[in-house]
């Protein structure tokens, strides 16, 4: 690759410049930044100057593109990580075991659980088999290198209207594209490494339509004594490669995530997009599991954004003021001719990196090797506080590490957006509710998702207890939270759910956020599961917009406030900021949060689906005039209202309450209420279990709010009469009955819908645009 | 052979993934049973991690994608299987000892010729294949199995003839195929037929509940000799009832439908 | 140096999901006119031999594990 600007070649055989920033005036350094693709700003181009003149010369080309990836948004979180500070890191809690590259709660006395979720937007949108599959890829390793054997995956989708007519805005692929491949690519990794794909989430909107999301979690089980570091021990360790050759593929991969898509991305960033390979991804968990296990390393981490360049000083740094020296000679190419610049920052899938004691190398390499996985030591840990790297017996980079991985930090300016309230309510005219509910059914957000569902394999394992349907055996219905019981001849499960409302984010960043992460938390209340932690990915616009980042901080804002109240901690998290599409309209501000719960004995677990006539029918929880971004609203074309507001303490009073009546087997089936209101999970129990409902609208209730509204800390349950009066007794005057199981009907508000018509109408949407049938 | 006298082999590559429920499954019965890699078994491995298929008494092939499926389901893994440790698997297959492929494992059983074997206990060349289901999806779906077995085979031996149990199934090629016009006959004649798709209550099977299409609802096979099964459904995943997708709308004892296969083989080993 | 082309295709008979269900995604995109749709898989493998050589190479290939004789047949063509 030719370095243009103020670039003058080193006389060695080999592609090595020397940047003369010393010298360089504003516009020039501008113009390195940007033909350098290094994606940095005049005042970071400044600092970087600084640091190069104290160190007096000019820095090489390797060292500034070490630089570009360091410093993104996308690793070093400059313009959220002030904002997560102020809000969201000070939730403590002793059960967080790590905070590492996935978090870690404690599971039971002799396990840890690791959970996170991260984002993979920008090359799913250019490319979405691959991105779905590498974002799949990278969340595995992020659980394996704390030393845990994946137990699930989850993988929430945002698209634009899968039935969109009309012209696409430029560079632009139609949504039924974009899902048909993420889905693919998310069904050929995770199937493949074998890993049950136990939750998700689907949500289509016009405003994902030239930048689509797709966020990727996952989950895993680690003996306590066996949790990994990821860094290095001290000076004096070997850092071994482990994994796929290193090639161009997924060159500037960062800085593509953390800047705005074009309507030309499509061309130009297909570099950036690399392509997974499942086959050497397997071997290499089983591996590093077994090297872990053997007491073999002193620490883990995989190689994500930025390559070896962010890798490499990371685990050298939190080390305790250790340095490295690299010998990049040694790292396996998958073509000749790289530039040392290439394979330094090159994102090639499929690499860990493991750092260990001298006298174990050889050990470990015979580990990989029946593996058949490539495994080479690089380099080696120093205790000079230095990331040095040699080429051919030359030294190309020379860096303070701390200045190199550490990133600024910054306070953008930010406006504080409006929100919705009741003062500006319109409240739109609507039919029946015998029209209204199953119109709601079919709508993408609501419909049935078993297209996709069943193309992944979510039992895999052997450990799945609830899966995400529930209910008739192949006519099944929706369910909560997903449960997996991870330690075999253990009844102790591991509940996981997703829980977003864009739209309300959207209306009400705040509410909206808070909303999210109480959606999640009900859904690990409707199995039984106790919340445990919540991971986040936030997903939200271009932060150097002041609106933008106005959403933005009113969102962390909600989520700090509603975990430090319930007490629940964020062990992990991710943020994908510039998601602005190529129509800079913005993405909707998509909180995507998914949360843990745990349940002591799965055997006690409750599913969603009706089980049988002649129960009592029951609203737990208090409804509330909180139409604001509502489904209804959304459908039948109504504006403003309150967007749900979460009180936390009514959430805990509740939730205790109804998992006491769980534990003592008082509920038959239980189903958060949450899109679409409590109509919508009457009928989603109905059709599930194949059995009718008669539920009576409450005398001065305003009906439609009733039926429809999304207030929070609400769920429906079912009850035998004979356990009714003690689950009465426990749940007090935060439950009461509104109607019957029984007949082949959901009988409401005046109309009557046959159960197997809800279920068409809820079953077969999807199925009618992707093809093929249930 | 007492219980934890029976050594199981639980052979891997790379892509086998579902070697730990496998594992667990056998451990739940009392046997003793070990992850091998192939390469383990080929001599290809430091010696501390060498060892030898002959001293175990069962074999069995787990689910996954063995070589990433290229190729074709199982083939890769089969190919590899044969050069490296071809005489002593067929050794293994002509000692009667028993061989369990599940769903990755059964289409590797078939490539390697050992289903269904009308002729000798291992054919040259696959005269069985795992086509792509009729949907052409992949599909992970809850079936119902007739156990059709008249007795021959060790695996279903504690399973009353006529019995239908709940086993999951995951794959994309499922569909049991032959070129041989009288395949499914000497299947019968042979008492080869070990599980059939079924509707629920019995009834005839159609999709989905046949989920892959398999001409006369044929979900899995053993060899002529009884000791080696392939089926495409996973009952090492349902070995309590609580991995059952509908356990919890109805009542049922607490163990699972899987563990009747790995009861009946440990049965017929230890008594 | 020989470069030889594999082609393996589903016999006459056995069904083709794949093919069949991508000529549908075509006319469901508007497609005219699209008739049979195969699905076939090629292999293309240099050999350090003569191109006969290489040509019965490839069948052999074939024979011990490119092709299911059951349901797949194959070609092997010189390029």
Redesign the interface.
Known sequence: MAKKALSVKRDVPFPLYDVDLLSASDEDLKRVSSEMSLGLSLDEMKVITDYFRKEGRNPTDVELESLGQAWSEHCCYKSSKNILKEFVFSVKHPDVLSRGDAGVMSFDDDHGYALRIESHNHPSAIEPYGGAATGIGGIIRDIVCMGAQPVGLGDPLCFGPLDRKGELPPGTKHPKYLLSGAVSGI?DYG????VPTITGGFFFDERYTTNCLVNVSALGIVRKDELTNNFAGGPGETMILIGGRTGRDGIHGVTFASADLTSTSDEDSRGAVQLGD???K??IIHACLEVNHLGLITGMKDLGGGGLSCVVGEMALSAGECGADVDLDKVPLKEPGLAPWEIWVSESQERMMVTCKPENTEKIL?VFS???VLATPVAVTTDVPRTRVYWKGTKILDMDTEFLTGGPAYNRPYVNPEVSCKDKETFPKIPSAGEVIPEMLSDLNIASKEWA???????????????PM?????A?GPGDASIV?PV??S?RGLAAVMGCNPWFTEADPYNGTMSSVEEALRGLVAVGARPDAITNCLNFGNPEKPDRLGVFREAVRGLGDICKALEIPIPSGNVSLYNEGSVGEGVLPTPMIMATGIIED??K???A?F?EPGNRIYLVGKTKDEMGASLLFRKYGGSGGAVPASDPMVFKRISEKLLTAMGKKLIR?CHDCSDGGLAVAVAEMCLS?RVGARIDVPKGAQENVWLYSESNTRWIAEVSKSAAAEFERIMGSDAEVIGETGGDALTVAGSSIPVSSLYESWSRPLWDIM???? | MKAEDVKVCVIRI??T??E??MY??F?MVGASPELV?L??LAGK??DH?KRNLEDYDILAFP???S????VRAGAIFAARIKSDIGPQLRKFVESEKPVLGVCNGFQTLVELGLLPAFEGVMSETPTAALSTND????????TYLRNDNRGNCIFTSEIKKGKIS?F?L?HAEGKLLSADPRFLEKLEENDQVVFRYVG?GGAKAV???NPNGSPSDIAGICNPAGNVLGMMP?P????TR??H?????CKGPEEGDGMAVFRSVMKKLTK | MAIIEIRIELKKGVADPEGS?TK??LE?LGFEGVGAVKCVKVFEVELDMGVDEAVKAGEEMCRVLLANPVIQSYTVTAR
């Not at chain 1, 199937?191 to 074998?194: C, H, P, T, V």
């Not at chain 1, 529930?470 to 192949?474: C, E, T």
């Not at chain 1, 093809?771 to 249930?774: K, L, Q, V």
Request: aromatic content about 10%.
């Open positions: 069904r199937n493949r490494i074998g499942p086959i050497t397997e071997p015979e029946l593996w058949d569902i069943r193309q992944f394999d979510f039992e895999v394992r052997g450990a799945t207890a609830l899966g529930v209910g008739k055996l192949n099944a019981m075999p001849g009844f799965t055997r677990a409750v599913s689906d089980k089936s279990g093809g093929g049938t249930a | 790379e892509g993934n579902c730990d429920e667990q499954a451990r890699h390469k383990q491995a430091p991690a689910g996954g994608f070589a990433g499926d290229y949907s052409g999806r992949f599909e992970c779906r809850p709940m999951p995951a629920p999709y989905p509940w996973h090492e995943r349902v070995m609580y991995t997708q509908d356990w919890t709308s | 269900n549908k995604t469901s």
